[in-house]
C-alpha cells in the first residue's frame, strides 16, 4: 500500500513545488518534497498507510490538506494499492 501525494492548486512560497507535482509514499519520506509540506501532511500519509480514513472527506483513502503557509499550496492524499 502507498499513498499518493499531488499539487493540485496553490503557490508554493519557498518556490519548491507547482501544481502537478506528483509524490508517492510507502514507508519513507519522498525525496524533493519541502519539509514544510511534509509536516503538514505526515500524520494524514500514515493514517492512510494503516488503512485508516478521515470522517470529514466524502471519500475513503482521501484527504486533501494545506501547506501551513495561508497562501501556499494544497495537497491531495490518495491511498493506493
Given at each position: 500500500?502507498?499513498?499518493?501525494?499531488?499539487?493540485?492548486?496553490?503557490?508554493?512560497?519557498?518556490?519548491?513545488?507547482?501544481?502537478?507535482?506528483?509524490?508517492?509514499?510507502?514507508?519513507?519520506?519522498p525525496a524533493g518534497l519541502?519539509?514544510?509540506?511534509?509536516?503538514a501532511i505526515a500524520p494524514?500519509?500514515?493514517?492512510?498507510?494503516?488503512?485508516?480514513?478521515?470522517?470529514?472527506?466524502?471519500?475513503?483513502?482521501?484527504?486533501?490538506?494545506?501547506?501551513?503557509?495561508?497562501?501556499?499550496?494544497?495537497?491531495?492524499?490518495?491511498?493506493?494499492?
Amino acid at each position: 500500500m502507498s499513498v499518493e501525494i499531488v499539487v493540485v492548486s496553490g503557490k508554493c512560497q519557498g518556490g519548491h513545488h507547482k501544481a502537478g507535482d506528483r509524490f508517492v509514499v510507502d514507508w519513507e519520506t519522498p525525496a524533493g518534497l519541502c519539509i514544510g509540506a511534509w509536516d503538514a501532511i505526515a500524520p494524514y500519509v500514515m493514517t492512510l498507510l494503516c488503512d485508516g480514513n478521515f470522517s470529514w472527506e466524502r471519500k475513503p483513502g482521501y484527504a486533501v490538506i494545506h501547506c501551513p503557509d495561508p497562501n501556499g499550496i494544497a495537497l491531495e492524499l490518495r491511498r493506493i494499492d
